[in-house]
């Protein structure tokens, strides 16, 4: 019997056939791979680039540090908008209907873009104000303040790529956004090479090279960061709209005016995701406000620990991915135990994964915080951060991939309350204890957080046990 293709499996959902265990670990394997591929890429391309900003020395990269979490909001709640639409579109073509998914494309297009222009006139309202608000000291709150505008006007671009991306993992096509966000790191890192750093000379087989560069240091940063999302914006809206078999709009006509019922689905699934992006980061940025008063050493040690950590938990977010597709269709389909199964299969590929990564991330700390600066106070506190963290990440996985099956399944509301019950409730009031009051620093802060992501995994799993996020409609 020949193997089957990715194509094949998918349709096998649609039409409602049998799966065999093996058909549906191949299938999840084909999604997850190139997912956890690019996302392990991406985040070297960070890694590379904080590094860069890490040879600036501890108040540059503070800087960029103070506002991070803050950037992780506006994206967040910007991911959370387009996270409506693209659900519909993955049960739509589940259900074998993809006029109507390319209808919900065309709809979403017009509501992202005005979206993302007013999230980014706001970010721009506020960049000047921001990091005196996150108690940033005078040394660095002017390279944030522009860091952080800069990053605004590049929102509208990152919205749209958000869309785009979703749109086509939603249609069962991993690939291609995955090899653009990987480009996307690749063209961050070449432009910040020349924007960040002053011209200098290289030699090369004896031969003298001189490479020009503009010396901007953190606003080269931000530059490098806008431009790549630009361009990665433009390759993944021309590849949704022209290319992809699903969704390509050029063959058909159609109204891009939002309707009533189409924003309302599309609310109703993103305004928990948004509510909870706010509040958790506004809890991150509670964090880093408990952090900014350690000094700069912790804060940048804080930040590039994150960046470091995000080797690990990455390829989560890649099974994540996957997960959500084939949920996505497996609702739209109606086929509740095909749901139920590929759930399983995600969630533990998910946990082994990490849990792997985890052990690696242990070895290899010091290692890893010694690329990104040569500051040995952001060496030391960042390896013991790491070490923390590493006995977490098990369950930080099951939390993940569970959270993309239940986006999948359009289920976000009692998700997203779990997330802010967690990060509040458990996060933020140990962090604060173990800080001021133990006054444990920096290791208080990554203990709290070690000691909650256990938390929220084991209660993500404790509600993927029940089938109360599985709400199956049956096909018209």
């Given amino acids: 019997m020949a193997t089957l293709g990715k194509d094949a499996l998918l349709a096998m959902i649609r039409d409602g056939k049998a799966m065999t265990l093996k058909q549906e670990l191949r299938l999840t394997a084909l999604l997850s791979i190139p997912a956890i591929l690019a996302q392990l890429t991406s985040i070297l391309m960070q890694y590379i680039d ?34 409506g639409f693209s659900v519909q579109v993955a049960h739509l073509i589940g259900a074998g209907r993809p006029a109507e998914a390319r209808s919900v494309l065309r709809q979403s297009m017009i509501t992202i873009l005005i979206f993302g222009l007013a999230v980014g006139l706001a970010g721009c ?21 522009t860091y952080f505008l800069i990053f605004s006007l590049a929102i509208p671009f990152l919205t749209l790529d958000f869309l785009a991306s979703g749109m086509l993992r939603s249609s069962g096509n991993i690939k291609v956004p995955s090899m653009l966000n990987v480009m996307m790191g690749v063209l961050d890192v070449i432009f910040n090479f020349f924007l960040i750093f002053p011209a200098h000379n290289l030699q090369v087989m004896g031969i003298d090279f001189t490479l020009p560069g503009a010396n901007l240091g953190v606003t080269g940063a931000a530059l490098g960061t ?10 993944m809206v021309y590849y949704m709209c022209f290319k992809s078999k699903e969704l390509r709009l050029n063959h058909e006509h159609g109204s891009f005016n939002p309707r009533g019922q189409c924003l309302r689905k599309a609310f109703k699934i993103s305004l928990p995701m948004g509510l909870q992006h706010i509040v958790m980061c506004s809890a991150q940025i509670t964090i880093t406000a408990i952090v900014a008063p350690l000094g700069s050493i912790a804060l940048a040690a804080n930040t590039f620990a994150i960046t470091a950590e995000s080797l690990c938990y990455m390829p989560g977010y890649g099974i994540a991915d996957a997960a959500t597709t084939l949920v996505g269709q497996s609702i739209g389909a109606a086929r509740r135990d095909l749901t139920r199964r590929f759930a399983n299969i995600t969630v533990v590929m998910g946990m ?7 052990v690696l991330m242990w070895i290899g700390a010091p290692v890893m915080m010694s690329i990104m600066s040569p500051v040995p106070g952001i060496i030391e506190q960042g390896t013991a951060a790491l070490r923390i963290e590493a006995w977490a990440e098990p369950m930080f996985a099951a939390a993940i991939v569970s959270y993309g099956i239940f986006v999948g399944a359009g289920d976000t509301l009692i998700p997203c309350a779990m997330n802010v019950v967690s990060m509040w409730g458990v996060r933020i009031t140990l962090s604060a204890l173990f800080v001021l009051h ?31 996020w599985i709400k199956i409609k049956h096909k018209a």
């Fill in 50 to 83: 904080a590094s860069m900003v890490g040879r600036l020395g501890a108040d540059d990269s503070a800087s960029i540090g103070l506002v991070s979490t803050t950037i992780w909001l506006f994206a967040g709640v910007c991911n959370a908008a387009t996270t």
């Fill in 125 to 145: 309202l506020i960049s000047p104000f921001l990091p005196t608000w996150l108690k940033g000291n005078d040394h660095i709150t002017g390279k944030a303040s």
């Fill in 226 to 235: 806008f431009l790549a999302e630009m361009i990665t914006c433009f390759a």
């Fill in 352 to 358: 082994t994964v990490m849990g792997i990564m985890g």
């Fill in 438 to 468: 133990y006054h444990m620093g920096l290791t208080g802060v990554w203990t709290a957080m070690c000691i909650e992501l256990i938390f929220r995994g084991s209660i993500y799993l404790w509600r993927l046990k029940s089938d109360r």
